[in-house]
């Protein structure tokens, strides 16, 4: 069974940092890796996506150059550096895998619980 659990998540001032983290287990060999985030009153929206080998990333443009996705295999673990925070990225951040790297939140077949990043202004 495929498990995710998303950490690292908290408050943090507008132009801070944070690192979320995704730890994987159960077998998703050949999987990529996504992060979403969903805002109070707002559908939830695509952040990045990494395929298996790292060699295929993309990012949403309102992201693209603050944020960093990456993945170590061997630990079983994904990561979102996020840098030059904004309010606006406040959101509850969910990681996820799924067997063909896309965009869509409906073609990833699991999901971790969340986890909270609050920007002050």
């Known amino acids: 069974q495929v498990q995710l659990r998303e950490s690292g998540g908290g408050l943090v001032q507008a132009g801070g940092s944070l690192r979320l983290s995704c730890a994987v287990s159960?077998?998703?060999?050949?999987?990529?890796m996504g992060w979403f985030r969903q805002a109070p009153g707002k559908e939830r929206e695509f952040v990045a996506t990494?395929?298996?080998?790292?060699?295929?990333?993309i990012y949403a443009d309102s992201v693209k150059g603050r944020f960093t996705i990456s993945r170590n295999n061997p630990r079983n673990t994904v990561y979102l550096q996020m840098n030059s925070l904004k309010p606006e990225d406040t959101a509850v951040y969910y990681c996820?895998?799924?067997?063909?790297?896309?965009?869509?939140?409906?073609?990833?077949?699991?999901w971790g619980q969340g986890t909270q990043v609050t920007v002050s202004s």
């Open positions: 996820a895998a799924s067997r063909t790297q896309a965009l869509s939140a409906t073609m990833y077949n699991y």
């Open positions: 990494i395929s298996w080998n790292g060699e295929r990333i």
């Open positions: 159960g077998r998703t060999s050949g999987y990529a």
